[in-house]
Nanobody, 121 residues
Framework: QVQLVESGGGLVQPGGSLRLSCAAS????????MAWYRQAPGKERELVAT???????NYQDSVKGRFTISKDYRQNTMYLQMNSLKPEDTALYYC???????????????WGQGTQVTVSS
């Protein structure tokens, strides 16, 4: 069972920045795709951003130009740099992996604790 540990959340004012981290218990070098999800209170969990093994990225329209997904093979860690944060970005953020092309996101593994991001003045 792969362990994914999210961290880096916090309370930030609108317009501020945060960098989330997702540390994996395995090498991420050959993982087909990695993703960030978020769930706001009373809302469905939604896909925020993905990055492939070739470092191709994709973003939800609402975060394009503000969020950047990246990964560091040496640290086995994925990141989400969040700039120009808005109150509507407030949510619990989770990371997920898709190990091979035969797998799907978000997959059936149990969700981790996530990391809380609160954007408020």
């Amino acid at each position: 069972q792969v362990q994914l540990v999210e961290s880096g959340g916090g309370l930030v004012q609108p317009g501020g920045s945060l960098r989330l981290s997702c540390a994996a218990s395995i090498s991420i070098f050959s993982i087909y795709q990695m993703a960030w999800y978020r769930q706001a209170p009373g809302k469905e969990r939604e896909l925020v951003a993905t990055v492939t093994v070739n470092s191709d990225t994709n973003y939800q329209d609402s975060v394009k130009g503000r969020f950047t997904i990246s990964k560091d093979y040496r640290q086995n860690t994925m990141y989400l740099q969040m700039n120009s944060l808005k109150p509507e970005d407030t949510a619990l953020y989770y990371c997920r992996i898709r190990r091979t092309s035969a797998d799907v996101l978000p997959g059936n593994a149990a969700w981790g604790q996530g990391t809380q991001v609160t954007v408020s003045s």
